[in-house]
């Protein structure tokens, strides 16, 4: 069975300040692709990134990054610099080896960003 | 480009009424599924499809019913809606790659039930 585990339910920060969204998982297989989703308030899903379990690189984009740990299972997403946009609701999600289409989510964190 | 269109945008149905939520992508995507979207419980899978004439269940799928007749349209259909049934839908849709293909979503239908 698959889980993931997004234990913030709620983050606030003052704008400018950093910030990071935690995401824990759990699989039973070798192959699988983590994904970050965003939520903006209009209610449509942003894709922002995926990470296959062989890739352990960080991965930076402008104020995004993404830093993946397959020993402790987690993938953590941190904002820099945050801005009033990225006020959102941000989910974390797995999907299993090749052939398992589904795609596992987390139950999100809802990030404001306080201007 | 279209991506995945779903209708309505909003509804509301009395309890034990019936209707489809439709679905549909110009992607020529394989594999199709649809999610709902609760306060505090994130996206769950309801029924998923991995090409025409193949449906499966996924985590939620009692009262629920679904039909992949062709690539581009993927229905879910409430047989006799519940009060438990209202949430926020969204139907999706992944290429069958090499895996870890990543979904696209439609812009959600947001169903109440009285």
């Known amino acids: 069975a698959q889980k993931v585990t997004q234990a913030q339910t709620e983050i606030s920060v003052v704008e400018k300040e950093d910030v990071t969204l935690d995401c824990v998982y759990e699989?039973?297989?070798?192959?699988?692709?983590l994904f970050w989703y965003k939520q903006p308030p209009s209610g449509e899903l942003v894709f922002l990134i995926r990470r296959n379990s062989f890739d352990e690189q960080n991965e930076i984009s402008g104020r995004y990054s993404w830093n993946f740990q397959k020993s402790t299972s987690s993938f953590n997403f941190t904002i820099t610099a945050s801005q009033v946009v990225d006020s959102a609701v941000y989910f974390c999600a797995l999907k299993g080896r090749i052939g398992n289409e589904k795609l596992t989510f987390g139950t999100g964190t809802r990030l404001t960003i306080i201007p | 480009n279209a991506g995945v269109t779903q209708t309505p945008k909003f509804q509301v149905l009395k309890t034990g009424q019936s209707m489809t939520l439709q679905c549909a992508q110009d992607?020529?995507?394989?594999?199709m599924s649809w999610y709902r979207q609760d306060p505090g419980m994130g996206l769950r899978l309801i029924h998923y499809s991995v090409g025409a004439g193949i449906t499966d269940q996924g985590e939620v799928p009692n009262g629920y019913n679904v039909s992949r007749s062709t690539t581009e349209d993927f229905p879910l259909r409430l047989l006799s809606a519940a009060p438990s049934q209202t949430s926020v839908y969204f139907c999706a849709s992944s290429p069958r790659g090499r895996g870890g293909e990543k979904l696209f979503f439609g812009s959600g239908t947001q169903l109440s039930v009285l």
């Open positions: 992607m020529n995507h394989e594999y």
């Open positions: 699989t039973r297989d070798t192959t699988y692709y």
